[in-house]
């Protein structure tokens, strides 16, 4: 079949600049269904959203990806620099208009894949799937507009609701036209049929969870991954119990909370603990700050997919430090997919689909959001009780073994589109 998988966004680990970067949900689907003997064509940008930098590569043009039967083509845009700002919404336009521009002049698909958001994209593929007789699949990955009238809210006080009508119709309009829905939750499929009109309960419409494939260290490679993280600070073998919270380390989670904490724990229980912070952001310098006070605390910042999983291999706890707010209520955030293959409980503050995901009391640890005596406290509990908590987590293993491994949940996905590719 030919296939076109429409999402920006993510990184393209196809290209030099970009291949310590681990494929996500658009990228590793295209290669798999390529590498099934599909033709697929992955449209996404011309600009890197995490890098803010514009790739080298020719603007609407096929570009091979090194993969057989799968290309890439790179829509242009003006680009931003900030994640909330009108230079974004302007460069979300102009995806949206090349895409619509462009696409009429490459071969006709089989079936569209295209995430949500961009609302612009999403609505284009629809009003193209409609011309052409394609039938397109949205695949619902965040709430748009919604989440941004949360955060316009939280930091200015004013009532927004009405602010995006504009990217509401149009999300209406591609919701309701489209073939098909997917989500990464059922949460966030349950919120498309109450937000935007569409008929509940269609059977084409499923939810595909977010994946990972099963992590491996070799035996080869573990002293080389040992001393990467002794060059970090980090002792694998020390005996401490391991805290680990990898992801964007901004202000716009619940990250002040524990470095909050941190600072409130008793020196006995700090020298039983380590907590190894992963990731870039705005909030960086104020973990580098704490850690500099607090030994027990060590950033590494960015580290490769590789690197983190022998990280976590090593460790005991995943911390999930969210705002505890609709769109992380309905979501399940990549770093659980992530714990759970390394069989580690959670401690968090989220409520929600992460709770759905076990019943079992030995996966979850909560803590108000927002209280750091409360994490503090949680956190000196598990490290008073460290032989229980550094065995791995039955339950967390269970999850991802029935939620998210990768060999099971993509074929299962690409079968689906096929199957929606032949009606």
Same mark, same amino acid.
């Given at each position: 079949?030919?296939?076109? @998988?429409?999402?920006?966004?993510?990184?393209?680990?196809?290209? =030099? +600049?970009?291949? &310590?970067?681990?494929?996500?949900?658009?990228?590793?689907?295209?290669?798999?269904? /390529?590498?099934?003997?599909?033709?697929?064509?992955?449209?996404?940008?011309?600009?890197?959203?995490?890098?803010?930098? *514009?790739?080298?590569?020719?603007?609407?043009?096929?570009?091979?990806?090194?993969?057989?039967?799968?290309?890439?083509?790179?829509? =242009?845009?003006?680009?931003?620099?900030?994640?909330?700002? $009108?230079?974004?919404?302007?460069?979300?336009?102009?995806?949206?208009? /090349?895409?619509?521009?462009?696409?009429?002049?490459? +071969?006709?698909?089989?079936?569209?894949?295209?995430?949500?958001?961009?609302?612009?994209?999403?609505?284009?593929?629809?009003?193209?799937?409609?011309?052409?007789?394609?039938?397109?699949?949205?695949?619902?990955?965040?709430? %748009?507009?919604?989440?941004?009238?949360? #955060? @316009?809210?939280?930091?200015?006080?004013?009532?927004?609701?009405?602010?995006?009508?504009?990217?509401?119709? *149009?999300?209406?309009?591609?919701?309701?036209?489209?073939?098909?829905?997917?989500?990464?939750?059922?949460?966030?499929? +349950?919120?498309?049929?109450?937000?935007?009109? #569409?008929?509940?309960?269609?059977?084409?419409?499923?939810?595909?969870?977010?994946?990972?494939?099963?992590?491996?260290?070799?035996?080869?490679?573990?002293?080389?991954?040992?001393?990467? %993280?002794?060059?970090?600070?980090? +002792?694998?073998?020390?005996?401490?119990?391991?805290? $680990? %919270?990898?992801?964007?380390?901004?202000?716009?989670?619940?990250?002040?909370?524990?470095?909050?904490?941190?600072?409130?724990?008793?020196?006995?229980?700090?020298?039983?603990?380590?907590?190894?912070?992963?990731?870039?952001?705005?909030?960086?310098?104020?973990?580098?700050?704490?850690?500099?006070?607090?030994?027990?605390?060590?950033?590494?910042?960015?580290?490769?997919?590789?690197?983190?999983?022998?990280?976590? /291999?090593?460790?005991?706890?995943?911390?999930?430090?969210?705002?505890? #707010?609709?769109?992380? *209520?309905?979501?399940?955030?990549?770093?659980? @997919?992530?714990?759970?293959?390394?069989?580690?409980?959670?401690?968090?503050?989220?409520?929600?689909?992460?709770?759905?995901?076990?019943?079992?009391?030995?996966?979850?640890?909560?803590?108000?959001?927002?209280?750091?005596?409360?994490?503090?406290? *949680?956190?000196?509990?598990?490290?008073?009780? #460290? &032989?229980?908590?550094?065995?791995?987590?039955?339950?967390?293993? /269970?999850?991802?073994?029935?939620?998210?491994?990768?060999?099971?949940?993509?074929?299962?996905?690409?079968?689906?589109?096929?199957?929606?590719?032949?009606?």
């Amino acid at each position: 079949m030919n296939m076109w @998988i429409i999402c920006t966004g993510e990184p393209v680990p196809f290209l =030099p +600049d970009e291949a &310590d970067n681990r494929f996500l949900r658009a990228g590793r689907l295209a290669k798999f269904l /390529a590498q099934a003997g599909h033709r697929v064509t992955w449209w996404t940008a011309g600009f890197d959203h995490y890098g803010k930098r *514009q790739r080298p590569v020719p603007a609407c043009a096929p570009v091979d990806s090194g993969t057989s039967g799968l290309d890439l083509i790179f829509l =242009p845009s003006r680009g931003y620099t900030r994640h909330m700002s $009108v230079q974004r919404f302007l460069d979300h336009r102009d995806v949206g208009t /090349a895409f619509r521009r462009h696409a009429p002049s490459a +071969d006709v698909p089989d079936v569209i894949l295209c995430s949500y958001p961009l609302i612009e994209l999403a609505d284009a593929a629809v009003a193209y799937g409609r011309l052409h007789g394609v039938p397109v699949v949205l695949d619902v990955r965040d709430l %748009w507009p919604d989440i941004h009238y949360e #955060r @316009i809210s939280a930091r200015t006080g004013l009532p927004v609701k009405g602010l995006f009508l504009p990217y509401e119709l *149009q999300a209406r309009r591609a919701f309701c036209r489209a073939d098909a829905v997917v989500a990464i939750t059922s949460g966030m499929l +349950d919120w498309v049929h109450r937000r935007f009109g #569409r008929t509940p309960d269609l059977p084409q419409d499923r939810v595909f969870r977010q994946v990972k494939d099963r992590p491996e260290t070799s035996a080869d490679s573990a002293p080389a991954l040992d001393a990467y %993280w002794a060059g970090k600070g980090v +002792d694998l073998a020390d005996g401490k119990l391991r805290f $680990v %919270w990898s992801g964007s380390i901004v202000p716009d989670t619940d990250g002040p909370t524990l470095l909050q904490a941190i600072g409130m724990l008793k020196p006995d229980t700090a020298a039983r603990i380590e907590i190894v912070i992963c990731g870039v952001g705005a909030l960086v310098p104020a973990v580098e700050a704490v850690a500099a006070r607090h030994p027990c605390l060590k950033y590494a910042g960015w580290v490769s997919e590789r690197e983190l999983n022998h990280l976590l /291999a090593h460790s005991h706890v995943g911390l999930l430090c969210y705002l505890d #707010r609709p769109d992380f *209520q309905m979501s399940t955030p990549n770093k659980v @997919i992530d714990y759970c293959a390394a069989g580690l409980r959670i401690l968090t503050n989220l409520t929600g689909e992460v709770a759905r995901l076990s019943n079992d009391p030995d996966f979850l640890i909560n803590y108000p959001t927002g209280n750091a005596a409360a994490l503090a406290e *949680q956190i000196a509990a598990l490290a008073a009780d #460290r &032989d229980r908590f550094s065995e791995a987590s039955a339950a967390a293993r /269970a999850v991802f073994d029935a939620e998210f491994d990768a060999a099971k949940v993509q074929p299962r996905f690409a079968a689906y589109l096929e199957a929606i590719g032949r009606q």
